[in-house]
């Protein structure tokens, strides 16, 4: 099970880091990834990490934004978001998946957070 949160409420700018916290195993060896959904729009991925190397991978819209990064022992991984927009206002969600590689389709994760709420005001 994952538990998302450390969404709310932003300026333009601003900064926020949201965490999703697995009970239960979650193998350093699997990806972890985010996806976001705006009001009206599909889900899209955000930012993904690869299980045992780490490397990561990233929408062209929050490159260079927001940083993705993980803490095995905790079982645990965070999403920095630095330099908000108003754009960035979406339901974030947390997945893990059992393949080592993220991919930036929700077909490839199979564990799924709940979602924490995340608003830019202009």
């Known amino acids: 099970q994952l538990q998302a949160y450390g969404g709310g409420l932003v300026q333009a700018g601003g900064s926020l880091r949201l965490s999703c916290a697995a009970s239960?195993?979650?193998?350093?060896?699997?990806?972890m990834g985010w996806f976001r959904q705006a009001p009206g729009k599909e889900r899209e991925f955000v930012a993904g990490?690869?299980?045992?190397?780490?490397?990561?991978s990233y929408a062209d819209s929050v490159k260079g934004r927001f940083t993705i990064s993980r803490d095995n022992a905790k079982n645990t991984n965070y999403l920095q978001m630095n330099s908000l927009k108003p754009e960035d206002t979406a339901v974030y969600y947390c997945?893990?998946?059992?393949?080592?590689?993220?991919?930036?389709?929700?077909?490839?994760?199979?564990?799924w957070g709940q979602g924490t709420l995340v608003t830019v005001s202009s």
């Open positions: 997945a893990v998946s059992t393949f080592s590689s993220p991919r930036a389709t929700m077909s490839h994760f199979h564990y």
């Open positions: 239960g195993r979650i193998f350093s060896s699997y990806a």
């Open positions: 990490i690869r299980g045992n190397v780490g490397s990561t």
